[in-house]
């Protein structure tokens, strides 16, 4: 076992090794141990549905087997991290997107074919479920920033400016989902447009942690969980985002020196939104562990 002078790299080596699933265990292995891309997409096979989708709790907080959004953009993900996201796989999804999707022609958050399994109590079940950005944003700029073209992307696509557009009074999920959608869009100049207005958004809403040591001074969104709060790194996740301008360098430093501190003495990363099963929490860990080393090595911090 890792020991507490180990390197952060190395305690966390050892968090995925004895608590992930085992798609977690080789995204790791991929990321950073010189894992194989083949080994990820096979583990990730196992959440595919016939319908092109992805099911199975992929995404933690909503069980059972049937396809829903929120996985498959899950998926998406994995796969734009393996750089697998091309092809004859991504064509299958996007006909699942195409078939699930809103009358507005991008996505829900929650198909109502999840009723009967269990599922978050803060994700709501409706019989007609609308479009959101929360759900749709992350997807169309992962899609865009892959050069993927497929006619479900045209509508999607506009629903995303409009919903962006829009914003006036927002919460921290729903400015990162938009940071998603403009970091892949490919109107440049219009997603550098928004995004300024989007961040001082952020700034006057105080809908980022600015100063850790004073976190207590800053609101926590409607419906959140105590302590649920979002910092410059959740929005800048690299150097590259269009959210980096929206922090001072000081600022960043600050709530990167915060993440790394975060690491548990488990090796692992906490999970920070509400925590309604213990099989759930279990999972997430891994998928924030992930997430928090993927943003300190972005941002040039030495993990080990």
Known sequence: MAGTGASPLKR??????????????????????????????????????????????????????????????????????????SGLRVERICRFLTDVSAKEGALPALLPS?????????????????????ATGPVVGLLHRNAVWHAWLFRATDFCWAAVDALEKSHPYEIEAAVAFLDGAPDRARAEAAADRLGRLVREQRLAVLDPERRAEYPVAAGYAPGEQHFPYDYARTPESLARSWFTDEELERSLDHLAAEQQADGGWPVNWRQWAPGTALEGRPLVTLKALLTLRAHGRSIG
Not at 48 to 66: F, S, T
């Open 12 to 85: 966390a080596e050892q968090f995925i090794w004895l608590t992930a699933r085992v798609l977690e265990q080789r995204r790791f292995a991929h990321q950073f141990l010189g894992g194989s891309a083949d080994a990820v997409e096979t583990a990730l096979a196992a959440y595919l549905n016939e319908d092109g989708g992805y099911g199975h709790a992929l995404e933690p907080d909503l069980r059972g087997p049937v396809s829903q959004p929120l996985h498959t953009a899950h998926a998406l993900s994995v796969l734009d991290s393996i750089g697998r996201c």
């Open 114 to 134: 999840q009723r009967g399994y269990p599922a978050a109590p803060f994700i709501p079940i409706v019989d007609d479920p609308a479009a959101q950005l929360l």
